[in-house]
T-cell receptor
Framework: DQQVKQNSPSLSVQEGRISILNCDYT??????FLWYKKYPAEGPTFLIS?????DKNEDGRFTVFLNKSAKHLSLHIVPSQPGDSAVYFC??????????????FGQGTILTVHP | GAGVSQSPSNKVTEKGKDVELRCDPI?????LYWYRQRLGQGLEFLIY????????KSGLPSDRFSAERTGESVSTLTIQRTQQEDSAVYLC????????????FGSGTRLTVV
């Protein structure tokens, strides 16, 4: 039962262009969403998050959009840089539930940014 | 320390043996999590410790898996009678704030059961 899904295993983008990573979820109890980036042989690092009371959160080149009615969120990176090449994980949490702080992760999308 | 430290970084073990994985969280972080990532898959929640509360063990895949945490410090994840399907990267994370700020992950322990 995959509650958080990233249906694109990989994405290839030219440097300077926009990267759009997508994520869908099924559990309507999720109310916090996060994106993590992971380089090989390292642990995931936190990128950006959004609460369900918002539909957009921006931090520099990274913007996360949330569409609650569609149970869909996306991460936009603009402009994309070769150093952004990594695996990106979408994660979700049901804040205030019995497992405060527990995150449910998607399968990840490998982003490759070509110079 | 400055980050979450995990040891060993790599472990190869024979099927049927027990293994113990260690996690040193960031000092002061009350919450500690264990996840695993099997090849080609996402991060799978295993167990969560928050302060002195009873741990959330809902993600442990079988009774061969157990974890302990001493106060708000070191945690050990023990896998008994390892099986080949236990091969994965085991990731530990710690946090002191709302989940909205994310956790800090360690680099993981790559476990290979042969």
């Amino acid at each position: 039962d995959q509650q958080v899904k990233q249906n694109s295993p990989s994405l290839s983008v030219q440097e300077g262009r926009i990267s759009i990573l997508n994520c869908d979820y099924t559990n309507s109890m999720f109310d916090y969403f996060l994106w993590y980036k992971k380089y090989p042989a390292e642990g995931p690092t936190f990128l950006i998050s959004i609460s369900s009371i918002k539909d957009k959160n921006e931090d520099g080149r990274f913007t996360v959009f949330l569409n609650k009615s569609a149970k869909h969120l996306s991460l936009h990176i603009v402009p994309s840089q070769p150093g952004d090449s990594a695996v990106y994980f979408c994660a979700a949490s049901a804040e205030g539930g019995t497992s405060y702080g527990k995150l449910t992760f998607g399968q990840g999308t490998i982003l490759t940014v070509h110079p | 320390g400055a980050g979450v430290s995990q040891s060993p970084s790599n472990k190869v073990t024979e099927k049927g043996k027990d293994v113990e994985l260690r996690c040193d969280p960031i000092s002061g972080h009350t919450a500690l999590y264990w996840y695993r990532q099997r090849l080609g898959q996402g991060l799978e929640f295993l167990i969560y410790f928050q302060g002195n509360s009873a741990p959330d063990k809902s993600g442990l895949p079988s009774d061969r898996f157990s974890a302990e945490r001493t106060g708000e410090s070191v945690s050990t994840l023990t896998i008994q009678r390892t099986q080949q399907e236990d091969s994965a990267v085991y990731l530990c994370a710690s946090s002191q704030r709302s989940v909205l700020y994310g956790y800090t992950f360690g680099s993981g322990t790559r476990l290979t059961v042969v």
